[in-house]
Structure formats: structure tokens, C-alpha cells
């Protein structure tokens, strides 16, 4: 399996950072600012409507961030630690998208909807 070490390796074009990470490690980071990411769009979403208001992208970002996370403590860490915590947010947000889609449609945060 060549890709799959390759994606444990350290990478060179890092190293004059000191930073010594992984492709996963990476991935994993990457995971972890989108999902922190989520609560400014919810923040800035908030101010704008002067009220608690949860925007569709704050779903999308909470699915994609889990799942980013969670392939990180799968395949680059082997973390059930990890696993655990990022499989049910995953599940949740995916659960409240289709609530969303359901109730409010497709095209909720357009202009005029």
C-alpha cells in the first residue's frame, strides 16, 4: 500500500517550518478549522438578522469538518477516541441538513426565499 504510507509520511516541503505533518495530519487540521469555522458563519448569520439564525452552510461545514476529522482518526491515527467524537456530530448534522431541505426547501437562503 504506497499511497497509504505515503499519507503517514512526513512532508518534506514543511520541514523548513518545523512543522512535521502528514497528508492525514493535514486532512485532519483542515477537518478541525471547519468545523470550528461553522460558528462564525453562524455568528456573522446572527448579526445580520439580529437573531439566532443557523445558515444551511453551517450544516454543510459541521458534515464536511466530521467527516474530514473523522477520516483522520480512521485511517491516519487509528483514534477511537477520536472515531467516537466525530461520528456523532457527523450523523447529527446530516440529520439536521435533511430536516432543513425538508422543511424549508432547497433554495431556503437565496434572496427572496
Do not use: C
Not at 512526513?10 to 483542515?30: D, Y
Amino acid at each position: 500500500m504506497i499511497a497509504a504510507s505515503f499519507m503517514n509520511e512526513p512532508l518534506a516541503w514543511l520541514a523548513w517550518t518545523g512543522l512535521h505533518a502528514s497528508p492525514w495530519k493535514l486532512i485532519g487540521w483542515a477537518g478541525a478549522l471547519m468545523f470550528s469555522g461553522r460558528w462564525f458563519v453562524q455568528i456573522i448569520a446572527s448579526r445580520r438578522h439580529g437573531k439566532p439564525v443557523v445558515p444551511r452552510v453551517f450544516w454543510y461545514m459541521s458534515i464536511v469538518g466530521s467527516l474530514m476529522t473523522l477520516a483522520y482518526f480512521v485511517f491516519g491515527k487509528n483514534d477511537s477516541v477520536g472515531v467516537l467524537q466525530n461520528l456523532f456530530p457527523a450523523f447529527t448534522a446530516g440529520y439536521s441538513l435533511y430536516l432543513d431541505i425538508k422543511h424549508r426547501g432547497w433554495h431556503r437562503d437565496r434572496a427572496g426565499h
